[in-house]
């Protein structure tokens, strides 16, 4: 599904954020992406999601090189992720409703098949009674679930999430991951990217990939059950 | 086609959402937009009325020939066939002086003043109606016909006609380099509030290209916006035009009643309302399109 083949990334004016990285994850894989922060794992997300393009190496999602699409067709490869930011990146100038919306709008989809979808999606996350709220009145949490049902609303098969557990409390990163492994048990592939070595609060019944990134290199890419 | 429908009635209702979000901040840029474009409106307006104004007496222009008072009867006759054999004159009229002077006696009501003249002080005259009208054919028949025999003065009628030409030409270009400055300014302003509008949803735009908005998506509001930007300003540019000439045009009536013609200045026409209307459109296209190049995508790859 995504495959990395030789892959380096350099960001002009600074040094290697990735050197050399290859793997390969397969569909509905729950994958962690481990490491100490300015290891490379934003830059790594990035990749993944055709929002950057590797300097040198080749990245294939679905069997497309990325490095060879036209810009053109960038923002259709995007569409098949599920993007869940490390600072949200919620619009607070719109209710809840509205900001899972964008996403569709985006898709061209409106009206009532939309308003389905959202619901259905604020609904997955436990936010269907706040869909007229504004998301500056939400707590961290219910922020973190509101960058999640937007990022599912589209039903995208890959779940891609920058350290969705980075500033809550445990009990409120248990519920956040609680949900990322519900995705990943009906198909989705789900990519988390986290600074501490794997969080006490990660689900032990789910086996999952870690890749652990050490300044910009993939130092261990194992399978933990 | 029906996905493309899609996409344009979304953007174009995000935009109207907006307009009214900000209504008063965007009548204010559309009256901005409107007083822009009024002033060359407005002198456009009243040099196409003048000039229809000169063209209409032009068409009429004449040119009178007066013979010495004292020469003899085959003098005219001279002139009349030299006439006859000018390619440039279309045709002419003889008028005798005792005629001239019976004209002048029925045309006034003071009679008591000309029959108290010792002798008619009328000459003979020639009215020529040119056969080219323009001002360097005129001029050269006015010399042809000054040189010959027995001709005491050679009038031509449409002289301050010349005169008013010279001057609408001098407006026209006046109005031209007014016109492309204003729509510079034009340019400006309307570039200028998108990019505004663009900082303000910075977020969105960021978050909808992470997330896979293509660059038109992201375009084409803002692109709608400046249409409607030009298009409501040059609505508002017709409404000032239309309010400003009707105004002037009450007390032309009245100045002009007083010189016994009737001259008032065209309102603008459903053609050249639609023409501000559309050109004020482009231009607020154009303008938003070049914002939106400019300052959208100069971060992303």
């Known amino acids: ?225 | 086609m029906k996905s493309w429908l899609t996409q344009h009635s979304q953007a174009l209702k995000l935009v109207l959402s907006r307009f009214k979000a900000n209504l008063l901040n965007t009548l204010f840029i559309c009256l901005a937009i409107g007083v822009t474009l009024a002033l060359p409106s407005i002198m456009y307006t009243v040099l196409s009325s003048l000039s229809g104004l000169a063209n209409n007496v032009k068409s009429e222009s004449q040119i009178s020939v007066f013979l010495s008072a004292d020469q003899a009867v085959d003098t005219a006759t001279a002139i009349k066939a030299a006439l006859e054999k000018n390619a440039e004159v279309k045709s002419f009229k003889f008028v005798a002086k005792e005629d001239a002077l019976k004209q002048l006696e029925t045309a006034t009501a003071n009679n008591n003043v000309l029959s108290s003249l010792e002798q008619n002080p009328l000459p003979d005259a020639f009215f020529i109606t040119p056969k080219n009208l323009d001002a360097a054919s005129i001029e050269s028949l006015k010399n042809d016909l000054a040189k010959l025999e027995g001709i005491e003065e050679v009038v031509v009628d449409g002289a301050w006609i010349k005169r008013l030409n010279y001057l609408i030409l001098i407006g026209q270009k006046a109005m031209v380099i007014i016109t492309s400055l204003l729509g510079f300014a034009l340019v400006a302003v309307i570039g200028n509030t998108i990019r505004m509008q663009i900082l303000t949803q910075q977020a969105e735009i960021e978050v909808s290209q992470l997330i896979g908005a293509t660059k038109s998506f992201i375009r084409r509001p803002f692109l709608y916006l400046g249409a409607l930007y030009g298009l409501i300003g040059g609505l508002f540019a017709l409404f000032i035009t239309y309010a400003v000439i009707s105004v002037f045009n009450q007390s032309l009536n009245t100045l002009s009643r007083e010189y016994q013609t009737d001259f008032s200045i065209n309102l603008p026409d459903i053609t050249s309302g639609s023409v501000v209307c559309l050109l004020s459109l482009v231009v607020g296209l154009v303008s938003a399109y070049f914002a939106v190049s400019k300052s959208l995508f100069k971060n992303i790859n």
Do not use: W
């Not at chain 1, 055709?50 to 679905?62: K, S």
């Not at chain 1, 979808?117 to 961290?140: C, F, N, Q, W, Y």
């Not at chain 1, 969705?164 to 445990?170: A, E, F, S, W, Y």
């Open chain 1, 1 to 225: 599904m995504i495959t990395f083949d030789n892959v380096t990334k350099r960001y002009p004016g600074s040094h290697e954020a990735l050197t050399n990285v290859s793997f390969t994850i397969n569909q509905g894989e729950l994958v962690y992406v481990t490491g100490h922060s300015g290891a490379g794992k934003s830059t790594l997300l990035k990749l993944m999601a055709a929002i950057e393009r590797p300097t040198t190496g080749t990245v294939l999602i679905n069997n497309q090189n990325v490095s060879k699409l036209k810009s053109g067709t960038l923002p259709y490869v995007r569409r098949k992720f599920g993007l869940v930011f490390q600072d949200h990146k919620l619009l607070y100038d719109r209710n809840c409703y509205h900001n899972v919306a964008l996403p569709l709008s985006i898709n061209g989809i409106t009206g009532q098949d939309a308003g389905k979808r959202i619901r259905a999606a604020l609904d997955k996350v436990r936010l269907l009674d706040k869909e007229k709220a504004m998301p500056i009145t939400l707590s961290g949490g219910e922020q973190q679930r509101l960058a999640i049902a937007r990022a599912v609303v589209s039903r995208p098969s890959i779940l891609i999430a920058d350290e969705p557990t980075g500033n809550l409390d445990k009990v409120y990163a248990a519920d956040i991951l609680q949900l990322f492994n519900a995705f990943q048990q009906v198909g989705v592939t789900v990519i988390i990217a986290t600074h501490d070595a794997l969080g006490n609060s990660q689900n032990e019944h789910v086996s999952s990939k870690i890749l652990h990134l050490n300044q910009g290199r993939l130092v261990k890419a194992e399978v933990a059950v």
